[in-house]
């Protein structure tokens, strides 16, 4: 079992930036792959961002390649979302997620996940 908290939300103008934090407990995160996901409202939940368990290999969401980073320490049992250049349309409810297995992109083959945090990014 793992416990997911994400932090770092609010209101923003676009072009700004935040970064998001996630910190794990009750379980090694480095034996999890992680992702970034988030969902806007009356729309589905979509893939952002997902990072291997030693943080070797990251893939992006088209829509936010370039502009956000995914990271993680181990050693802090915490995952980072790092979004620059934040545009309107990235406002969403943000949620860390974390598997077992392999990094995936569909948020269905995710076992563990945080509350959620709110991204506004005015126009």
């Known amino acids: 079992q793992v416990q997911l908290v994400e932090s770092g939300g609010g209101l923003v103008q676009a072009g700004g930036s935040l970064k998001l934090s996630c910190a794990a407990s009750?379980?090694?995160?480095?034996?999890?792959?992680m992702g970034w996901f988030r969902q806007a409202p009356g729309k589905e939940r979509e893939f952002v961002a997902t990072i291997s368990k030693s943080g070797s290999s990251t893939y992006y969401a088209d829509s936010v390649k370039g502009r956000f980073t995914i990271s993680r320490d181990n050693t802090k049992n915490t995952v980072y979302l790092q979004m620059n250049s934040l545009k309107p349309e990235d406002t969403a409810v943000y949620y860390c997620a974390a598997r077992s297995g392999i990094t995936r992109s569909d948020p269905r083959e995710y076992d563990f996940w945080g509350q959620g945090t709110q991204v506004t990014v005015s126009s």
């Open positions: 009750g379980r090694a995160l480095s034996t999890v792959s």
